[in-house]
């Protein structure tokens, strides 16, 4: 179980007054959680069951706009309802906050109770029950990265986002003492996180001033990704707390390094052993884990607008920052697209280096279990793994250099239509080219400055 309070244990939290509010949520497009927060009492008496709310929210950006013209819903539809059904699997405490608990919801047509094809959740959950056919489980980890200022969200909204200061002055990755510094904010992180019923391994100093990274141990697929977006939402709020804001931005200045969001990945039988695993193959990797991860490979240009979706994450993808651009695999070695990890124990995985922390865990661990399957099912061959510093290879395939490319090869993906459907993938499709009109009407600074008086 995800969570870690049953029904029962909660109507026991309620009667003691230990619990007043339930935060009933979605995941949205963006990755973020929206719900309502409703009186512990009435959540036990009715809500439990379930709720509505608004069908824009998975057709919104970032802004909370409602864009024009997604099949799904619309100003001339009259955008109605969806089904807010709970997943009491996921019903946990919220220890950073008074007297709450919260539960994730998947997202249900009003009109037939069955799972909205687009909503994040039930996207990733398909590709999870394709697997459980074949007896297998996808066990994965996502990393996540962040930088901690100094400032508070609001007087960074006031400030116009100018002048950020981040909470250290040099490059603090594994250091201990400036992240000691650190800890008002990132002790509370590790332990309402595990008191929430999140298994935290670790967090450490990243490699920039300001940066941290957040561990937290590997799962079965849909708890890895429910996982990181409670993780990623009780950051926020926890640094408000403390008077301190977060980024998850995948690039917030040009001279700094980006953020990512590493996956790792495995595929486990019915027995539970790791089936990529086999002590007579090359590096230890049985044909499945190598079928896989040539799928990985293959459709990574297909599939990347799921690792990147907005303008600014592919600023990140610049050579010598740990930021990959190329989609090629390696053994242990942090330039390539694709890095194999625990050669020769029984943690073999392979881990995708391409999405940015700005990323919705729930699409990106979808399109990329998809994606292995369709190695699988294609029985590709692996390409030998590549060595040396991958930035140079002059052979190796490219990562989109933007979202207008990545844009055009999610659209023209056969694979991505077969395993998702066109009305799903034209819908992200729709998102994407909503991103690429509104940041063209932009008059940037950099414009200003470098044309203002040369022009």
Known sequence: MAGNLTIDALKAAVSGGEIDTVLTCLVDMQGRLMGKRFHAQHFLNSAWEETHCCNYLLATDLEMYTVEGYASTSWQSGYGDYVMKPDLSTLRYVPWLEGTAMVLCDVLDHNTHEDVPHSPRAMLKKQIARLAEMGLTPMMATELEFFLFEKSFDEMRKSGYRDLEPISGYNEDYHILQ????????????????????????????????????????????DCADYHTISKHAVKEIAW??????SFLAKWHKDRVGSSSHVHQSLWNEDGQNIFCDDN?????????????????????????FLAPYINSYKRFQKGTFAPTKTVWSVDNRTAGFRLCGEGSKALRVECRIGGSDLNPYLALAVQIAAGIKGMDEKLELAPASTGDVYEDKDAGEIPYSLREARHTLNGST??????????????????????EEFDKVVTDYEIARGFERA
């Open 415 to 436: 694979f991505l239509r077969d395993a998702f459907s066109d009305a799903v993938v034209d819908h992200y499709v729709h998102a994407a080219d909503w991103e690429i």
């Open 241 to 246: 707390s403390k008077g301190r804001s977060v």
């Open 179 to 222: 992240t000691t510094k650190e800890e008002d904010v990132m002790r509370p992180v590790r332990n309402h996180l595990f008191n929430a019923g999140i298994p935290v391994e670790n967090t450490k100093g990243e490699a920039e001033a300001g940066q941290e990274e957040l561990n937290i141990k590997y799962a079965t697929a849909l």
């Open 281 to 305: 193959g090359e590096h230890g990797m049985s044909d499945t884990m190598r079928h896989y991860m040539a799928g990985l490979i293959k459709y990574a240009p297909e599939y990347t607008y």
